[in-house]
């Protein structure tokens, strides 16, 4: 099952690659700069970014840290990876193939690991963490950005019920988009799977994120069957979602919505 979704993300991101590397939203989104302020990092460590995508993550720790890997699954989205790097002239950035779940790396080697709106995509969320607590050393940090679902503080009001039907209904929405889309939690999932592994929660902050839904669907090359039906799960489908999602059409008739970031850092206990 791991090999069958990576291999669809691979096929996803290989020929998208080019897009997220001049992807607003990858590139320069809020959470970007907000990530590198909560975590702090030191001139003295050495970093990896998992799952680097065009390494925008990775250009920004790189000024601020010893050394830094830019990792991911995709050949394609390495080299656009290296190509930022040397673009911005980063010869403490490096890149190398790694999966998620299985990191080729020696336990204990990395003072900070990071990972920014990737994680959705990995099979296994458990295998993750548990492969950052190896790597991480005595001390050491782990920085998360990803989007979550709906939970109680986002749907005030709600039943139980209605936020497992709103969670089902979201992921289901971004895999229709993106088939490599594997599960995003709400965040009290993060944070549960975190402390279980033996990290200790030292900053936590959610952002919303303003997306226009033309560039968002057409970075997934979505049909133009996807796109219809996308737009009729904005205007119509799960209440929920839609209050989660908050769809609303700008002034030059242009569709917009609202995803939710959250924003992890931890500390691997001695």
């Given at each position: 099952m791991t090999e069958d979704l990576n291999a669809v993300i691979r096929s996803k991101f290989g020929p998208a690659a080019a897009d997220y590397a001049s992807s607003e939203v990858h590139a320069k989104g809020e959470s970007l700069a907000r990530i590198v302020e909560l975590v702090a990092p030191q001139k003295t460590?050495?970093?990896?970014?998992?799952?680097?995508?065009?390494?925008?993550?990775?250009a920004i720790f790189a000024p601020h840290v010893a050394s830094i890997i830019a990792s991911d699954i995709t050949d394609e989205m390495l080299k656009e990876a290296a190509k930022l790097a040397a673009s911005r002239g980063l010869a403490n950035m490096s890149?190398?193939?790694?999966?998620?779940?299985a990191l080729p790396f020696p336990d204990e080697s990395f003072d900070l690991v990071c990972c920014r709106?990737?994680?959705?995509?990995?099979?296994?969320?458990?295998?993750?963490?548990?492969?950052?607590?190896?790597?991480l050393k005595k001390g050491g940090r782990f920085?998360?950005?990803?989007?979550?679902?709906?939970?109680?503080?986002?749907?005030?009001?709600?039943?139980g019920d209605d936020i497992d039907d709103a969670i089902s209904a979201y992921n289901a929405f971004e895999k229709l988009r993106d088939p490599s889309h594997g599960f995003a939690p709400p965040p009290e999932y993060w944070l549960e799977l975190l402390r279980n592994a033996g990290l200790a929660i030292v900053a936590e902050e959610q952002i919303e994120k303003e997306l226009a839904f033309n560039p968002w669907v057409a970075r997934m090359r979505c049909t133009p069957e996807v796109?219809?039906?996308?737009?009729?799960i904005l205007s119509g489908g799960n209440a929920a979602l839609r209050t989660f999602l908050?769809?609303?059409?700008d002034a030059q008739g242009a569709l917009h919505f609202t995803l939710q970031e959250l924003l992890l850092v931890a500390d691997k206990k001695d």
């Open positions: 460590w050495t970093a990896l970014d998992v799952a680097t995508g065009a390494g925008h993550t990775a890149t190398a193939p790694a999966s998620a779940g709106l990737a994680a959705h995509h990995f099979p296994s969320l458990e295998n993750f963490v548990t492969e950052v607590h190896r790597v920085a998360l950005v990803d989007n979550v679902a709906p939970d109680q503080e986002r749907l005030p009001g709600a039943t796109v219809a039906e996308l737009k009729d908050k769809p609303r059409v």
